[in-house]
C-alpha cells in the first residue's frame, strides 16, 4: 500500500479541520501535481513539479530540495502511472519534513507550563490563546492568562472577554504598564492559584529588532526567575496569508529568541499551507498548532501526515 493510502484511513476519521484549513491549499499543490501526473510523461513532470511548488508558496529552496528527493527516488523509472507519481511526491516531502526533528512540545514535569505566545499585531495571538485555552479546559486542565500585551489600545480588554466567556483565571496589565511587570504579577498569582497551564499574551513590535530581542529577553529572564526551566514553550504566531513574508518573521524571531513551535493561523482563508514546508526546511521550526476560523474550536494540534494527505490526497475521491 502507497503512502497516501495508508494515511487515507487515518485521515477519514479526523479531516474535519483539516479539510477547512487546507483545501484551498491543495487546489494549488495536490490537484496540479494530480493534473500534471496524469497528463505529463514522467520526464517533464519534474520541471513542473517545481514550478508548481514554488506557486504553492513553497519557496526556491525548498522546491528544490523536495524535487531533487523526487527525482532520486523517481530513479530512471520514465513509465509511472499518476498513483506512483503521487505517492512518490508523497514520499518525497515526508522526507524533507522528517530530516529535521520536530521535538515535542514542553510540559512541566511538576507545577505550570508557561507558554509564552509571540508574533506581529494582528497575527492572531489573543484568539489563538483563547482557543488553546478552551482546548486545555476541555481536557480538564486548570488555565491562567497572563494579559501583556500593554501596547496595544483594547488588547487586555480582549483576553479579559475571553477569560470571562471560558470562565478562565486571568492577571490583567494595565495599558503602557511594562509587559515583564505584569508577567512577574501573573506567574506570582499562579503560586496561590495552581494553574496547570498559563498562556502569556504578549504585544508584537517589530519595527526595531533590537528593542523587541531586548523586550523578549527581559520577559524570558523574569519568567525563569519566577518558575524555573519556564518558559517551557516559546511559540511564534504566524499569519498564514502572509506566505513567504511569514517565512521571514519566522526567521527573524528565531535569531533573536529560542522559539519551539508556530501557530499557524487563518488557514481558513488562504492557499498559502505550502508554507509550513518551507518554515520546516529553513529554520527547523515545526508548526504545533493551525487555525481555521474565528470560531473558539477552530484550533488543531498539527499532525504532519495529516497535513500531507490535506494538500496532495485526493480530496474527491472518497474522504
Ligand atoms: N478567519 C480567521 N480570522 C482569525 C483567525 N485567528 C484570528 N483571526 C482574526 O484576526 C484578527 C486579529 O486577531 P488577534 O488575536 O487580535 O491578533 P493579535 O494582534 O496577534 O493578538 C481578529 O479579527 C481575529 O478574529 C482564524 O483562524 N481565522
Ligand atoms: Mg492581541
Known amino acids: 500500500m502507497g503512502l497516501l493510502d495508508s494515511i487515507k484511513n487515518l485521515f477519514k476519521k ?15 499543490i495536490g490537484k496540479k501535481i494530480r493534473f500534471k501526473a496524469r ?38 523509472n520514465s513509465d ?29 514535569q511538576n507545577g505550570p507550563t508557561v507558554n509564552l505566545i ?3 499585531n494582528g497575527s492572531g495571538k489573543t484568539t489563538s490563546i483563547a482557543k488553546l485555552a478552551n482546548r486545555y479546559i476541555n481536557e480538564g486542565k486548570k488555565v491562567l492568562l497572563i494579559a501583556a500585551d500593554t501596547f496595544r489600545a483594547g488588547a ?22 511594562d509587559p515583564s511587570s505584569v508577567l512577574v504579577d501573573g506567574l506570582r498569582k499562579a503560586k496561590e492559584l495552581n494553574p496547570d497551564i498559563i498562556l502569556c499574551d504578549t504585544a ?22 519566577e518558575i524555573e526551566n519556564a518558559p517551557h514553550n516559546t511559540w511564534l504566531v504566524l499569519d498564514a496569508n502572509t506566505g513567504q513574508n511569514g517565512l521571514s518573521q519566522a526567521a527573524i524571531f528565531k535569531e533573536i529568541t529560542n522559539l519551539n513551535g508556530i501557530i499557524l493561523t487563518k488557514m481558513d482563508g488562504t492557499s498559502k499551507g505550502g508554507i509550513i514546508l518551507a518554515i520546516k526546511d529553513e529554520t527547523g521550526i515545526p508548526v504545533r498548532y493551525f487555525t481555521s476560523g474565528e470560531n473558539i474550536e477552530a484550533i488543531e494540534e498539527f499532525d504532519f501526515e495529516m497535513y500531507l494527505y490535506s494538500i496532495i490526497g485526493d480530496l474527491s475521491n472518497g474522504s
Not at 506512483?84 to 514542553?106: P, T
Open 204 to 225: 508584537g513590535r517589530l519595527q526595531n529588532k533590537q528593542n523587541l530581542m531586548n523586550e523578549l529577553e527581559k520577559m524570558k529572564r523574569v519568567i525563569g526567575r
Open 14 to 28: 479526523k479531516s474535519e479541520s483539516y479539510i477547512s484549513g487546507f483545501t484551498r491549499t491543495n487546489d494549488v
Open 118 to 120: 509571540v508574533g506581529v
Open 156 to 177: 487586555i480588554e480582549q483576553l479579559n472577554n475571553w477569560a470571562k466567556r471560558l470562565n478562565c483565571d486571568i492577571v490583567l496589565g494595565k495599558e503602557g504598564q
Open 39 to 76: 497528463n505529463i510523461d514522467s520526464k517533464s513532470f519534474t520541471e513542473d513539479l517545481m514550478v508548481t511548488l514554488i506557486e504553492a508558496d513553497i519557496g526556491y529552496k525548498t522546491s528544490q530540495k523536495i524535487v531533487d528527493i523526487f527525482v532520486k527516488k523517481a530513479g530512471k
Open 80 to 108: 509511472l502511472d499518476e498513483k506512483q507519481i503521487m505517492d512518490l511526491v508523497a514520499d518525497s516531502l515526508r522526507e524533507l519534513y522528517v530530516s529535521k526533528d520536530d521535538g515535542n512540545i514542553v510540559y512541566a
